[in-house]
């Protein structure tokens, strides 16, 4: 069985598991880890990573970050001028995190995602040297009244979370699933 079958199997049995109501929003993240190489195989397979949710009696809405600085970027009066000068964007980048709270929010309104509902959150990758994955699950985390499941290519160790394997990791009260360990 290759690792994102694993992945898939160690979280059907984690979602299986009956809901605590007085979760804090930091533990009803759940990060699904796996390695930065398997990106395609998962998007292939995030189907079913829904089918597993749903049989077990969850709600499922997919939230994508992959386009979503691209079309923020794009938007912005100055985007020509970013293009040719992308140092000045860091002043800009906080304006970004708040471009995906704003655009999350909305999806969730729009879709109605409610108590029993799993809101995954796919892209993570594409915010590297961005903003801080940390950072946007520090601030859509809150929102999701079910569970946040962040597909998270990258690895976890000691307690520690590292995006694409590139940054100093940092501690989170998410649950972790991988492919090499049960939960």
């Given at each position: 069985?290759?690792?994102?079958?694993?992945?898939?199997?160690?979280?059907?049995?984690?979602?299986?598991?009956?809901?605590?109501?007085?979760?804090?929003?930091?533990q009803r993240v759940i990060f699904c880890v796996y390695n930065e190489n398997e990106e395609?195989?998962?998007?292939?397979?995030?189907?079913?990573?829904?089918?597993?949710?749903?049989?077990?009696?969850?709600?499922?809405?997919?939230?994508?970050?992959?386009?979503?600085?691209?079309i923020w970027l794009s938007s912005q009066r100055y985007a020509e001028k970013y293009f040719?000068?992308?140092?000045?964007?860091?002043?800009?980048?906080?304006?970004?995190?708040?471009?995906?709270?704003?655009?999350?929010?909305?999806?969730?309104?729009?879709?109605a995602a409610g108590g029993n509902c799993v809101v995954a959150l796919q892209g993570v990758?594409?915010?590297?040297?961005?903003?801080?994955?940390?950072?946007?699950?520090?601030?859509?985390?809150?929102?999701?009244?079910?569970?946040?499941?962040?597909?998270?290519?990258?690895?976890?160790?000691?307690?520690?979370?590292?995006?694409?394997?590139?940054?100093?990791?940092?501690?989170?009260?998410?649950?972790?699933?991988?492919?090499?360990?049960?939960?």
């Amino acid at each position: 069985m290759n690792r994102v079958r694993r992945l898939l199997a160690s979280y059907g049995q984690f979602v299986e598991v009956p809901w605590r109501e007085d979760a804090a929003a930091p533990q009803r993240v759940i990060f699904c880890v796996y390695n930065e190489n398997e990106e395609l195989r998962l998007r292939s397979k995030v189907d079913e990573f829904e089918i597993v949710t749903r049989n077990a009696g969850h709600d499922w809405q997919l939230f994508d970050l992959t386009d979503t600085f691209a079309i923020w970027l794009s938007s912005q009066r100055y985007a020509e001028k970013y293009f040719q000068q992308p140092s000045l964007l860091v002043t800009l980048l906080p304006q970004y995190l708040s471009y995906i709270e704003d655009h999350f929010r909305a999806f969730l309104l729009e879709r109605a995602a409610g108590g029993n509902c799993v809101v995954a959150l796919q892209g993570v990758g594409s915010l590297f040297g961005l903003v801080k994955a940390k950072a946007v699950v520090d601030r859509l985390a809150p929102m999701v009244e079910g569970r946040l499941v962040v597909f998270f290519p990258g690895t976890f160790e000691n307690n520690n979370y590292r995006l694409l394997d590139g940054y100093d990791g940092w501690n989170y009260l998410a649950v972790p699933i991988t492919a090499d360990k049960e939960v």
